[in-house]
């Protein structure tokens, strides 16, 4: 059972554009949720996070906006640029006894120039 | 920030031999680190988690005596790949998360492991 659903599985947009990039997670008790940029033969880099407290945060040109009712969060890249192609992974733990994180399944992200 | 490290970056093997792989943390104390296998174009398989002075805990499916986890001390964790087959080809992932980084999770850059 996949307890956080992320989407779209591909994303291609332009220079400039606002992709972005939607999970869903299941379990209440989670309390952490990041993201991670993943280039190809690299290792995931943490990008942003989020924790329930509040709705929205912003770090330069990523920003995540969280909706605990709906329990969904969402990554906007504004003004994407070339060099944002990558693999985005959100991710969502817990302190219930287990910082454990359980990962979406990914988004390739492509900006053409 | 927080710097994980693994070595090698990449290694060829031959069937039947093993391999060890080292994570370090590099700039904070790591008292739980974790390890996942990433195929290409998938997300990351969590293999299993090792608390610094304890048994690593592994994940359903994944086999204890073939993936051997020792977490020494709060800086080392090192993952050896015993009797490796050409199925166990992948990206190897290790990841810290230190003491007070409530859920936060730092990713060393992974080590490609080829076995022919």
């Known amino acids: 059972q996949q307890q956080v659903k992320q989407s779209p599985q591909s994303l291609i947009v332009q220079k400039g554009g606002i992709p972005i990039i939607n999970c869903a997670y299941e379990n209440t008790a989670f309390d952490y949720f990041p993201w991670y940029q993943q280039f190809p033969g690299k290792g995931p880099a943490l990008l942003i996070a989020?924790?329930?407290?509040?709705s929205e945060k912003k770090e330069g040109r990523f920003t995540i906006s969280f909706n605990k009712s709906a329990k969904q969060f969402s990554l906007h890249i504004m003004d994407s640029q070339p060099g944002d192609s990558a693999t985005y992974f959100c991710a969502a733990s817990g302190s219930g006894g287990s910082y454990i994180p359980t990962f979406g399944r990914g988004t390739s992200l492509i900006v053409h120039p | 920030g927080a710097v994980v490290s693994q070595h090698p970056s990449w290694v060829i093997c031959k069937s039947g031999t093993s391999v060890k792989i080292e994570c370090r943390s590099l700039d904070f104390q790591a008292t739980t680190m974790f390890w996942y296998r990433q195929f290409p174009k998938q997300s990351l398989m969590l293999m299993a988690t090792s608390n610094e002075g304890s048994k690593a805990t592994y994940e359903q499916g994944v086999e204890k005596d073939k993936f051997l986890i020792n977490h020494a001390s709060l800086t080392l964790s090192t993952l050896t790949v015993t009797s490796a087959h050409p199925e166990d080809s992948s990206f190897y992932i290790c990841s810290a998360g230190g003491q007070g980084r409530h859920g936060e999770q730092y990713f060393g850059p992974g080590t490609r492991l080829t076995v022919t």
């Open positions: 989020i924790r329930p407290d509040v």
